[in-house]
Every structure is written in C-alpha cells, then in structure tokens.
C-alpha cells in the first residue's frame, strides 16, 4: 500500500484503546500472541513489546484505512457507489439444499459456499465463528474443518467475535488455503494482513474472504440488560434475527421482539465509527435486507467472487436470480443511513484536519470548496 503509517501497541492503545474505537476484530492479538492478551474484549499486553513498529498498529482498521487505495489494489478500481463500495453485480440466492437453507440465518448462502469449497477440496479451512460451549451465545472464532464443523456455526450472532483470531490459528496450524467470513471491520483488518507492506504472516493464505452485511454488533452486557428488562433468558434463545425495522428473539415459548431503534442502546462503542456496511472489501458479501425470506443479497465485488459464485451455481449449490433495482436501493439506503450516523460521529471525534499547511474541522471543509 502506498499508504503505511509506522506505530506500536503503544499507539494502538492511545489511539485506538483508549479512544474507545477498538472493535474486537483480533487482528492484533491473532498474530501476535506472545504479548497481546484480551480482557474485557480489549487488547492488553502483559509484559512490554519494545517493538518501533508493529503488527498490531499495521493491522488494525482502526489505525488507518487507505479505503480506496485498497479497492484499487483488491479490485483494480474505486467505487462507483458511495454507500455499497466497489462491485460487479448485486443478486439474490439461497442454498438448494434444504438442510443448509434451514441451519443458515437467512438463505444459507454463507454456509453453503464454504461446504462447497471444502468438499471440492479448495479450502481445507474456514475460519467462522461459533457459539461457545460453555457460554450462552457467546461468539468464538472457529477453524471449521468440515461440513458438519461449518454447520456447526451457521446462523447470526449478534455480538462481536474476534475472527481474526481463527485466522492467525488456521495459518500457524498450517492451513494452506483458507476462507474467512466476517463483519465488515474484520474484512478491513483480513485486507489490512494481505496488503501490509512491512509484515507477511502468511495473509496470501487466505484465498476467499466472505463479507457479511452489518449495521451494528451488541456490546454482551448490554445486550444481556436488555434481555433482562424483555424478560428472556440467554439460555433459551433459539435464534435470534434483525428485520422489518424490529430485533427477533425466538424461544420455545416464541417470538419476542424489540423495536431495532431501541437496541442501539446496545451497541458497540467501537461500532459507532465504522464506515462500512456492505463489507466493502470482501470478495462477495452477504446479507438479508433486500431479499425475501429464505434468501440472500449478495454483492459480487472481486474476480474471485464472480468465479465462487458461478460454480457454485454451475454445481447446483446455490440458485440465484437477479435482485430488482427496488430491492437494491433498500440495501443502498440501510448503508446509507449507518453511514450518514457514523461519519458524524467521525467527524465529531475527529477535530481539524491537515491537509499540508490547511488546518480545517471536516464538517466546515464545504465551506471553502
Ligand atoms: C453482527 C451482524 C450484523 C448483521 N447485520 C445485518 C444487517 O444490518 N443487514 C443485513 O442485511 N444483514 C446483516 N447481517 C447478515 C445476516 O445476519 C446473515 O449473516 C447473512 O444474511 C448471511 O446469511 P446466511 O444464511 O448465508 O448465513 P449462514 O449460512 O448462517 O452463515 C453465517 C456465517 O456468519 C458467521 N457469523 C455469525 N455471527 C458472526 C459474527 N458475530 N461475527 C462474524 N461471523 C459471524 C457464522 O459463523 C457463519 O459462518 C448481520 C450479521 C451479523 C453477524
């Protein structure tokens, strides 16, 4: 990358610890695990690293993100679209087979693309994430070995899961091509590790990267606050789902819902400055707003992409069909409105920027174009 800034975990706490803009990616301590340990669902090192520039600072999307730098090293060109980032083509699709489409949150396109790499041999890993064993919806980031191990992760949760942390573990088991899924931070920090130009850690191992869609995760205590004042208990959620402008908790008992504007109380701090729905630069991302029930949106962005998801329809995995303009706009306007929040929240933290000598507070920068 033409843009590189030098830092250490020194830096990376003040600026991005202590900042509150850290958003539990495990890009830090996924590759290095000799000083950084989490607590608190934060980076901490336990003895000092006396390192003048580190992995950690180099990997995190929340150090520096040269956006469209990256898009045109990932893509060969910038976005057209604002708000959707840099694509091919926007479809709908769902998995054929109806034991993946049930075990999967939405059109089990996500799930049924991993089984196919690995069944055809392509990957011998997909690092996901998983539902701990010990704890309630707790989410682990997972090396899933099998179909039966992707399937085990299958479906949402809704708080964060440091996947880069599988990923590190995938590439030190000497996995040798493997697929990732993630949020849209931990395909920033999965492109941050493959375009590093001062570190190699074996990023090029990596050879899909899913993106999934995402507005917000839920901070786990207050999420669990929440739960309480609804009267569930974490031990009984079945599944739970985000759509028509309402949060789903399904139990035994049924369905319990919230109005989604109710649990943004909920969220993450680190997620009110991420400028990225639609995981802009993954090799395909997959959500659920737009489609109908049962299927998926799915936005093809990189020549790796388009491939995936020509075999896997070639093969009969997946069927898919074009998604109508209408439907795409709802996309569209989804990214719009968490980006059109968030980078207020940017601009707000951000105070006056420098551009050579010019010394300007971003919101006032129209003011003198
Ligand atoms: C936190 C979060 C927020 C989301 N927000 C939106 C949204 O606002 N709008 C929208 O249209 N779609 C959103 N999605 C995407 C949507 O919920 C589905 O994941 C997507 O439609 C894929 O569906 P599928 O049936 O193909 O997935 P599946 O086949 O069920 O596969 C889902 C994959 O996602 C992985 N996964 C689950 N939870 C996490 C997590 N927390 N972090 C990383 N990986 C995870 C699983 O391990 C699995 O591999 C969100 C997903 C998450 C996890």
Redesign the pocket.
């Given at each position: 990358m033409r843009y590189a800034e030098e830092g250490n975990i020194d830096d990376l706490e003040s600026r991005v610890v202590y900042n509150n803009l850290c958003c539990y990616c495990g890009a830090c301590g996924g590759f290095c695990t000799e000083y950084i340990r989490y607590e608190n669902e934060l980076p901490k090192t336990e003895e000092k690293c006396f390192e003048i520039h580190g992995a950690c600072f180099d990997f995190c999307p929340r150090t520096f993100l040269p956006v469209l730098e990256m898009e045109k090293e990932l893509f060969g060109g910038v976005r057209s679209d604002k708000d959707l980032g840099y694509f091919t083509e926007i479809i709908t699709a769902r998995?054929t087979d109806a034991a993946?489409a049930e075990?999967?949150?939405?059109?089990?396109?996500?799930?049924?693309l991993?089984i196919y790499l690995m069944e055809k041999g392509e990957i011998d890993a997909?690092c996901?994430?998983?539902n701990s064993e010990t704890e309630a919806w707790k989410?682990e980031p997972?090396v899933a070995r099998s179909k039966e191990d992707?399937l085990a992760?299958?479906?949402?949760?809704?708080?964060?899961?440091p996947?880069l942390i599988g990923v590190g573990n995938a590439i030190s088991d000497g996995c040798e091509s493997i697929a990732m899924?993630?949020?849209p931070c931990?395909v920033q920090a999965m492109r941050k590790i493959q375009l590093s130009n001062f570190f190699d850690v074996g990023g090029s191992k990596v050879k899909y990267v899913i993106g999934?869609?995402?507005?917000?995760?839920f901070d786990r205590a207050l999420l669990h606050a929440k739960l309480d004042e609804l009267g569930v208990k974490i031990e009984d959620v079945k599944k739970f789902?985000?759509g028509e402008g309402k949060f789903k908790i399904y139990t035994d008992g049924g369905e319990i819902t919230e109005k989604i504007a109710a649990m943004k109380s909920c969220m993450r701090e680190g997620c009110k400055v991420c400028y990225d729905?639609a995981a802009e630069l993954a090799d395909i991302s997959?959500?659920?707003?737009?489609a109908e029930a049962g299927w998926?949106?799915v936005i093809i962005r990189s020549e790796t992409g388009k491939k995936l998801i020509e075999d896997a329809k070639a093969a009969g995995v997946i069927e898919t069909k074009p998604l109508a303009d209408e439907k795409v706009e709802l996309?569209r306007k989804?990214a719009s409105r968490k980006k059109t929040g968030n980078l207020k929240n940017i601009m707000d933290a951000a105070g006056a920027v420098r551009i050579l000598n010019l010394a300007v507070d971003p919101t006032e920068m129209n003011i003198l174009l």
């Open positions: 998995a993946i075990k999967g949150q939405d059109g089990g396109v996500v799930s049924a991993l997909a996901i994430s998983r989410p997972f992707i992760g299958a479906g949402s949760n809704y708080e964060q899961c996947t899924v993630g949020l931990h999934l869609f995402c507005t917000e995760t789902d985000i729905f997959v959500g659920s707003i737009g998926n949106s996309v989804l």
